[in-house]
């Protein structure tokens, strides 16, 4: 969440700022601004609102400069207004910070510079920063942040520039992601890559406590200690079209189509020989499983979600036991950690600030990391001691769908290979299933083809403000990603439940016309499903179900029937999702919201 992008060079820095800004709206905002040096002065533009406030006012009024940083703000201290946008300042507009993250001793900050006679104008954490560097400064600016931040407690990553000098940037990264873009004869910050692809596909990874200080065509990227690090340069493989919407009305809706080849390309490319899974980046031996006494995998969110099919997974086929966390409470629940646990870590981002500082708690207390991430290089993907990446490419909607399909079928890879390595299945079994997954991007189109039909059957929820979501066994843990979707995006209350539970007090909600989304695609759990939909149809729910294609008995128990091909009901999960997504997506359109920045939420969530 929130969004930074700073600029030293030839081409007008506002334009650059306002492109790379506009990349970044997927992680949530409510404000945007600019700080531009002009040779003369520190301009600063910054509004509340769309990014499109900021640049109708940027066009009508422009600022000259090749020197600049911008921001765009999600509200964490302070309501959304003018003053608590960025870029912050000092009292004469002579030092401009942008700031993501959280300073968690601001207030005392704040009130040892107020006792010093510095004034302050907004309700934000970061003001505190710009006056602490200009306490700081004496003509120097690095040397100013680097005395600032030794001050600070909390998430930064920050950037600073100053009227004195046109030629000079400086940021640093702690526990909120930043990266730097090497161009020709241009270079840049920012929050995430998208941000300056249409510039560089050079950057390098910040890691914590570096600071970068770039000055005229250099940069030089420096330790807390003020020692020069030799950072290696990364190549981006992927361009500014892969991020772009390419004909889809929304990146979601985009997102979703590209499930297919999303699917294949986490598989195929670590198939070896086409036939077995090889985990290049994953270096645990037999050996070491063996030594593994339990596995916690720990998510927030979709990807949450994603691991409680993992945990399924793992204990099915390779019976180690696995405990699901949420990443905001794993550290506070007393987890038992020792050198046999093994730790899983799922984030698309890489960067999710609750998911990375459980990792750190692991780790220093012994266990072994293993994440599941989609960006190279992230934060979390460089602190693991094994990494899987999924290859869904850049995912710009707020509401994670493709991730969410091959982190499953990470976990699917995962677990098959840990059953072979400790013999648990038998080969036939390993063979067959990941026949079964190389048929599943071809399913998924299957699924896909439908979308006219479930456009139809999404209009009953058009006017409801409530639904339920109900599944047994796998069915029930894709339920709840089901809610959550139509929840985040369409803004109906939704709710998973178990459909055993039903009579344990659920039922109670039932009404006529709620609408029921009922799952059902498990074989053992097939009888007993319809068992739980004729109840909720008896007290006059409006049932939606999603069940394979060869139980065409579920039409005389159900209002409106959703097929999905028929495949072995391990692997149903990544086939019942996708007719989920299209629910979600098309209530969310015929109830007017913003599918792709569904209200108070961020792509990358990047404070705790």
């Known amino acids: ?223 807390m200690n003020k020692n020069i690090v ?59 499983l063996e030594k593994i006494n339990k596995v916690y995998i720990i998510a927030c969110g979709t990807a949450y979600h994603a691991g409680l099919i993992g945990k399924y997974a793992i204990e099915k086929f ?22 046999n646990t093994l730790v899983i870590l799922v984030s698309q981002s890489g960067e999710t600030a609750d998911t990375l500082a459980s990792l750190r708690y692991a780790k220093e207390n012994g266990a072994r990391i293993m994440s599941i991430t989609n960006v190279v290089g992230s934060s979390i993907a460089r602190e693991s001691d094994d990494v899987f990446y999924t290859w869904a490419g850049p995912e710009i909607s707020v509401a994670s769908t493709k991730a969410y399909t091959t982190q499953v079928v990470s976990f699917y890879m995962i677990a098959l290979d840990f059953g072979m390595k400790k013999e648990i299945i038998t080969k036939e079994f390993y063979d067959k299933t990941i026949e079964n997954l190389k048929s599943i991007d071809k399913k998924i189109e299957k699924v896909l083809s439908q979308e006219d039909y479930i456009k139809e059957v999404t209009k009953t929820l058009n006017k409801k403000d409530n639904a339920f979501y109900l599944g047994r066994g796998l069915d029930y843990l894709v339920a709840m990603e089901g809610a959550l979707k139509i929840k985040e995006i369409s803004y109906i209350h939704a709710e998973a439940f178990a459909a055993g539970e039903l009579k344990h007090g659920t039922i109670a909600l039932i009404e006529k ?57 391990n692997l149903s999960t990544v086939l019942t999702v996708i007719p989920l997504q299209l629910l979600a997506y098309y209530a969310a359109i015929q109830r007017g919201c913003d599918v792709d920045k569904p209200r108070n939420l961020a792509k990358s969530v990047t404070v705790e």
């Open 230 to 288: 030799n950072k290696a340069i990364n190549e981006i493989t992927w361009d500014v079209e892969s991020a772009s919407k390419g004909g889809y009305e929304h990146f979601m809706l985009k997102e979703i189509y590209e499930q297919p080849n999303a699917v294949k390309e986490t598989l195929i490319r670590r198939l070896d020989n086409n036939k077995c899974i090889k985990l290049d980046d994953i270096k645990l031996t037999k050996e070491d």
């Open 513 to 569: 016309g709620t609408p029921v989304i009922a799952i059902l695609t498990q074989e053992n759990l097939l009888e007993k499903m319809i068992s739980n939909i004729e109840e909720v149809r008896a007290r006059g729910a409006y049932v939606i179900a999603i069940t394979k294609e060869n139980h065409k008995e579920v039409e005389k128990s159900a209002d409106k029937v959703i097929y999905i091909p028929d495949i072995c009901d």
């Open 318 to 339: 390779a019976n180690i036991p696995v405990i699901c966390d949420i990443a905001s409470e794993f550290r506070y629940n007393n987890p038992f950690i020792d050198n």
């Open 1 to 223: 969440m929130c969004g930074i992008v700073g600029y030293l060079g030839h081409k007008k820095a506002t334009e650059v700022l306002v492109e790379g800004l506009s990349k970044l709206e997927y992680r949530g905002y409510d404000s945007a601004g600019v700080a531009i040096n002009t040779k003369e002065n520190l301009e600063i533009r910054k509004f509340k609102g769309r990014l499109s406030v900021l640049s109708d006012d940027l066009e009508k009024n422009p600022i000259n400069g090749g020197l600049g940083i911008g921001h765009t703000r999600w509200a964490t201290h302070g309501e959304p207004s003018d003053v608590n946008s960025h870029p912050h300042f000092n009292k004469d507009k002579s030092i401009a910070v942008v700031h993501n993250g959280i300073i968690e001793n601001y207030l005392e900050l704040k009130e040892e510079l107020q006792n010093e006679g510095y004034e302050f104008l907004s309700q934000t954490d970061t003001e505190v920063v710009a006056h602490l560097v200009d306490k700081y400064y004496k003509g120097n600016l690095l040397d100013a942040v680097y005395k600032a931040t030794e001050k600070l407690r909390g998430a930064y990553a920050l950037g600073v520039i100053c009227k004195d000098n046109d030629k000079e940037l400086v940021a640093v990264r702690k526990d909120s992601p930043l990266i730097v873009g090497l161009g020709e004869n241009e270079n840049f910050i920012a929050s995430d890559i998208p941000a300056i692809l249409k510039y560089t596909k050079k950057v390098y990874f910040l890691e914590n406590n570096e600071f970068v200080h770039i000055v005229d065509n250099n940069v030089t990227v420096f330790d």
